[in-house]
């Protein structure tokens, strides 16, 4: 079993930046895509990035495009979330989750492990 584990979120001011972390453990291989997401109070579960381990090919979301960027270790079992210009529409608990079958990278039901999620909250 997977265990996914978030960090570095927390308050920022509009315009800053923060660079999330998510560690997988337990399994040598944590799916083969690993993928953030992010959900506000009374939204809907939203894409942020995902990033394929075979080949490295990452996706962006549309509102996240040219601010957000998806890296990952796969060595290490690690993705990283760089969030840059962040604005407070941006605020929102921040999930990561890795992705055993070849359903679309932008779907949640996609995904089979998640974590717990860390919370980012910018301030205006």
């Known amino acids: 079993q997977v265990q996914l584990v978030e960090s570095g979120g927390g308050l920022v001011q509009a315009g800053g930046s923060l660079r999330l972390s998510c560690a997988a453990s337990?399994?040598?291989?944590?799916?083969?895509?690993m993928g953030w997401f992010r959900q506000a109070p009374g939204k809907e579960r939203e894409f942020v990035g995902a990033i394929s381990w075979s080949g490295g090919r990452t996706y962006t979301g549309d509102s996240v495009l040219g601010r957000f960027t998806i890296s990952g270790d796969n060595a290490r079992n690690t993705v990283y979330l760089q969030m840059n210009n962040l604005n407070p529409e941006d605020t929102a608990a921040y999930y990561c989750a890795a992705r055993y079958s070849f359903g679309s990278v932008y779907l949640p039901s996609s995904y089979g492990n998640w974590g717990q999620g860390t919370q980012v909250t910018v301030s205006s």
């Open positions: 337990g399994r040598t291989v944590s799916g083969n895509a």
